[in-house]
């Protein structure tokens, strides 16, 4: 089979429709990926992470001390 090389102005053309294609779909991710690496963001995620983790543990606290109580 015969190798097939195609002419530099397809390449070129073809890479160029590639690149405006990623940068307009890429524009929103960065955006997204700033907003969610932001300290603040990262901050306000494990001070909720800390409350729920103490909810479960008041949750299960209490399945250890309501059978207590109805006695």
Partial sequence: MVDFEPSAEFVSRTMESIRSYEKERGDGKDRLDAF?????????????????AMLNLIRIASTLIAPALCF
Avoid: E, Q
């Avoid at 969610?36 to 409350?51: E, H, M, P, Q, T």
């Fill in 36 to 52: 969610l690496f932001s300290k603040r963001v990262r901050i306000a995620l494990a001070v909720g992470g800390v409350l729920l």
